[in-house]
């Protein structure tokens, strides 16, 4: 039981390029969620996906894309990479059918863009 | 924006010693959740007090929260140098977390 993945651990991209984040999860979790942490702050969540098939802007979307491909994976893609996307980006899941709102976090993807 | 704030922003202790963050919160909330964050590495949950809820314990963890003057308190008793960490409270009514900008803990041995 892997819990949450995330691939790849660490990216350095150029101005402009794109890369997509991976995550996949082994809980069956109904729902997913991607949050950036800047240093020194909390996360933002940047988008969340409810359930599969649904997904909805979180605080700070602009710049970014999501795709719930199924139960167990949530992408997150950057279309044109800025400086100020540098940041740490951790994916989470959590069973909503429950009554608990507890999130699994994935062990972080340490994006730097030059 | 940031929906909670933790205080203080940096705590240095002696192992043994007890550790009690605090976290301000601005909106209504369903439940409240502390998280904590070893360097470089994902978030794992600590425990969730409910609205309803005044004082919760898990093993060395105790949460108090006061929804009148929308506050929560997280206890560490005993501390151990495994506890240095940051912790992060975090709030939400399930559609993702809003969290705090976290304390970070020091257990000097």
């Known amino acids: 039981n892997a819990g949450v993945t995330q691939t790849p651990k660490f990216q350095v991209l150029k101005t402009g390029q794109s890369m997509t984040l991976q995550c996949a999860q082994d809980?069956?979790?109904?729902?997913m969620y991607w949050y950036r942490q800047d240093p020194g702050m909390g996360l933002r969540l940047i988008y969340y996906s409810a359930s599969e098939g649904t997904t909805d802007k979180g605080e700070v979307p602009n710049g970014y894309n999501v795709s719930r491909l199924n139960k167990r994976e949530f992408s997150l893609r950057l279309e044109s990479a800025a400086p100020s996307q540098t940041s740490v980006y951790f994916c989470?899941?959590?069973?909503?059918?429950?009554?608990?709102?507890?999130?699994?976090f994935g062990p972080g993807t340490r994006l730097t863009v030059t | 924006s940031q929906q909670g704030e933790e205080d203080p922003q940096a705590l240095s202790i002696q192992e043994g010693e007890n550790a009690t963050m605090n976290c301000s919160y601005k909106?209504?909330?369903?439940?409240l959740q502390w998280y904590r964050q070893n360097s470089g590495r994902g978030l794992v949950h600590l425990i969730l007090?409910?609205?309803?809820?005044r004082e919760k314990h898990s093993g060395r963890l105790r949460v108090t929260l006061d929804t009148s003057k929308k506050s929560s308190s997280l206890l560490i008793t005993a501390s151990r140098a495994a506890d240095t960490a940051s912790y992060f409270c975090a709030t939400g009514p399930g559609d993702g977390l809003t969290f705090g900008k976290g304390t970070h803990l020091i257990i000097q041995p």
């Open positions: 007090i409910r609205s309803n809820e």
């Open positions: 909106t209504s909330i369903n439940n």
């Open positions: 809980m069956n979790h109904n729902s």
């Open positions: 989470a899941s959590s069973d909503r059918g429950t009554i608990s709102y507890e999130q699994y």
